[in-house]
């Protein structure tokens, strides 16, 4: 699929002198995620050192990665900057915008029939600038990396906050907004706070029932959502060398449910297995020619506490398979513990659907060790009691496991294969429910169960686990039932207990596909037409974003004061929305629908103080009142504001609205660094009980931005409606160029001028 062996050897051929610099620069040895990232610095040459956590650098990463729900936006934006083709390879995947309702064969065509204006401006687009172009039913985004881009000691980002999922394979890869990809693609430098590290080592080996899966939610429960935000998260140790290339990707994956930057493993030979299986045996000894640098420095290994961050340590060998949730992903529960936390806080017993797959466990491993305990449902006659769903990865996944029997597997346990996409992990899902409403529980073995998530039910309790987990508890249909201790009836009357799981890391026969869907570009795209209908509700070609006034921001209105949670899903809702992507104006219906008000607690209903008689409204058109009368907005928020994904949408929509400024007591990196990509002003409280100033009929001045300078404090005068003003001061991490975005009114405005003034 046309992964690039001559630009992956020219990353090792210069990876020896770089790292011997930093080496040198640093004055210690280094990391695995420092060699990787001294070796992509942007310009090529090592200068100095960088202080982690500190300092901001221009990195050159070597590929781009789009989904076809964040890249509508994306290359709607590249389009703007005026360049004729990517400098970088990059890809598209149609994998977001696929409902899962009947099956595989049934829903794809309904995609392609709904989806068809979308598909067409993306494969268009792509062909045009030199895109790859993975059609829809193709996989997964991270699945397909996996399997033909990601290399060792490579570095890359992705329009999707599981863009980690390639640090299975020894890649710096991470989820980033729209924007950035853009950056990438047009060739300027992609900036990002050069990261601290936290180290896990892996001692022992795991058995029985525990998988790789385990071991990122029991580190999801030490560190929690918060623990790894500005860090990337290094995997080493012998435990960390038996784990499959693929179980280190699902490692790597839910890196995201702890704010990590990303995670990463060094190359070893599960690596160099996985790389072979997937006709990449070149990539292999290429990386095995240069494994030394593809690791950390021994000394590293063997005094870690001296060069990490923080670091953890956890034992394989008694490592517990853990469920986790509901409604966050580090609760977590060892499956000992787990069936007393269900009756004591009284979540629904009953469990109604098991659903297996998705980017981050749909490996031919996981596969066939959930298919070893779906078989024990037929040969042990058991009855199954919840239903069951397969997402594979992606068509490589897929055909080779129907090919081998696993699929017949699944059936034959009444399970539904769907498309090899999102579907149900991102809200795709027409699930069938006589009461869309119900308290329920479900268990996934997918990354991310935030409320809604899967199928817009609040009520709807959703866990975590292994596949091989989820599927003896759908067999099961009890969430208090402990699959490696409890005993089932049979249909004869028997009591009987699982066997453990068992599953290949590789296909015996190795992989095969007929078609994997991909589309390379025309060599030439200068006479490819980009298709985009003026009349369409899902496709909107963009206008630039106004630059800044030159003067402070006055008189601005508290649009919305968030309380608690506020995920990106809550200020851009997924599920249905997700078909206007490429629209922003229509989108921006969905503009923080899901937030909290803190001064009713309800959501998508705040107070209008504009409008006729002092009315509630929902948030959009409440901002859009404001916007139609010249008025900007403020939105306060909670701690790790933003967290989830990388969607640009959520800091486009507030811009689009006339949102100036969102202030809130803590970000999540993505989105901080999307609501300055779009020229807005994202600030935190200096002192974060200044939150409990702000009273809902507030006006704010945003004072200090004739003088906005790196680690300057701006102010903000809050004017109360009794009156009274309370001055507050507000943190912020611009750096000098994002400055100069906020300044331009967005940074695409400032790549065009830059494009203008050098043509
Ligand atoms: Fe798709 Fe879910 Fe993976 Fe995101 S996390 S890429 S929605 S399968």
């Known amino acids: 699929m046309a992964f690039d062996l001559e630009m992956i050897q020219a990353v090792y051929a210069g990876m020896g002198q770089r790292i011997e610099a930093a080496r040198t620069a640093v004055g210690r040895p280094l990391t695995l995620t420092e060699k990787i990232l001294y070796a992509h610095l942007y ?173 990122i939610l029991k580190v999801a429960g030490i560190l929690t959502v918060k623990g790894g935000t500005g860090a990337i998260v290094e995997y080493f140790g012998e435990g960390a060398n038996s784990l499959s290339a693929t179980g280190k990707g699902t490692i790597c994956n839910m890196g995201a449910e702890i704010g990590a930057t990303t995670s990463v493993f060094s190359y070893d030979e599960k690596m160099g297995d996985y790389l072979r299986g997937t006709e990449r045996a070149e990539i292999a000894a290429a990386a095995a020619a240069v494994a030394h640098h593809l690791r950390a420095d021994d000394e590293v290994y063997a005094n870690p506490a001296a060069y990490y961050d923080q670091l953890i340590e956890i034992d394989l060998s008694t490592l517990e398979p853990y469920v986790n949730g509901p409604f966050t992903p580090d609760a977590a529960w060892p499956i000992s513990e787990f069936a007393a936390a269900v009756r004591e806080h ?147 009357g028997q009591q009987v207990r ?14 095969a596909v007929e078609d994997a869907g991909y589309q390379a570009p025309a060599a030439d795209g200068t006479g490819v037409q980009v298709l985009v209908d003026e009349t369409s509700e899902r496709l909107e070609l963009l206008d630039p974003f106004k630059p800044w006034e030159g003067v402070d921001l006055m008189g601005l209105r508290l649009l919305i004061k968030a309380q608690g949670k506020c995920t990106t899903d809550h200020i851009s809702m997924a599920g249905p929305w997700l078909k206007y992507r490429g629209h922003l104006d229509n989108i921006s219906n969905n503009m923080l629908i899901g937030a909290t008000n803190a001064f009713n607690g309800e959501a998508n209903n705040v107070r209008d103080f ?26 306060i928020g909670d701690e790790n504001y933003g967290e989830g994904s990388s969607r640009e949408h959520a800091a486009m929509e507030p811009r689009h609205l006339g949102v100036r400024a969102v202030i809130v007591k803590s970000f999540a990196r993505i989105h901080e660094t999307n609501l300055k990509k779009q020229g807005m002003l994202g600030l935190t409280f200096a002192n974060k009980a200044d939150y409990d100033l702000i009273e809902e009929g507030d006006t704010i001045d945003i004072l200090g931005l004739t003088s906005f300078a790196p680690g300057q404090p701006l102010q903000a005068r809050l004017h109360h409606t009794d009156g009274d003003t309370d001055l507050i001061y507000l943190n912020h991490t611009y750096n000098q160029g994002q400055i100069e975005w906020f300044k331009a009114g967005s940074a695409l405005n400032l790549i065009r001028l830059k494009e203008s003034d050098s043509a």
């Not at 996989?139 to 000691?153: D, K, M, T």
């Not at 853009?182 to 590290?197: C, S």
Request: proline fraction near 5%; charge should be negative; include cysteine.
């Open 43 to 215: 310009g090529g040459t090592v200068t100095q050192a960088f202080e982690r956590g500190v300092s901001y650098v221009d990195f050159a990463p070597d590929r781009v990665a789009m989904q076809d729900a964040t890249a509508q936006m994306a290359l709607l934006q590249f389009m703007q900057a005026g360049k004729p083709r990517v400098a970088v390879p990059s890809t598209v995947h149609c994998d977001h915008l696929i409902q899962a309702r009947d099956g595989a064969t049934e829903d794809l065509a309904v995609a392609n029939d709904e989806n068809r204006e979308v598909y067409d401006f993306l494969a268009s687009v792509s062909n045009k600038y030199g895109i790859g172009f993975w059609k829809p039913g193709a996989g997964i985004i991270h699945q397909v990396v996996l399997e033909n881009y990601a290399f060792p000691g490579g570095m890359m980002i992705g329009t999707d906050s599981h863009t980690p999922n390639a640090g299975g394979l020894g890649m710096i890869a991470i989820g980033v907004g729209g924007a950035d990809a853009v950056d990438v693609m047009a060739g300027m430098a992609w900036e990002l706070k050069f990261p601290k590290v936290i180290g896990v080592k892996l001692t022992g080996k795991m058995s029985g029932w525990a998988s790789a899966k385990d071991v």
């Open 346 to 492: 009284g979540w629904p017993e009953k469990l109604e659907v098991g659903l297996i797959g998705s980017c981050t466990n749909s490996s031919y491993e996981d596969i066939t060790r959930a298919a070893s305990i779906a078989n024990q449902a037929v040969t042990k006659g058991l009855t199954v009691n919840a239903e069951f769903t397969v997402t594979p990865g992606s068509e490589l996944v897929r055909y080779t496991v129907e090919r081998d029997g696993l699929l017949d597997t699944f059936a034959q346990m009444g399970g539904v294969v769907l498309a090899n996409a999102c579907g149900p992990c991102i809200g795709q899902w027409a699930r069938h429910t006589d009461d869309p409403k119900r308290r329920n529980s479900i268990i996934t073995s997918f990354n991310r169960n935030f409320a809604k998530r899967n199928d817009g039910n609040p009520n709807t309790h959703a866990f975590v686990a292994s596949p091989e987990i989820v599927t003896a508890f759908a067999i099961a249909g009890d969430l208090t039932f402990n699959p490696l201790t409890d005993t089932l009836t049979t249909k004869d």
């Open 498 to 511: 699982f066997d453990e799981p068992q599953g290949l890391e590789m296909p015996p026969q190795g992989f």
């Open 610 to 635: 504009v409008a006729q008689g002092d009315t509630y409204n929902t948030v959009p058109q409440v901002a859009r009142n404001y916007k139609s009368m010249g008025i900007g907005t403020v939105v």
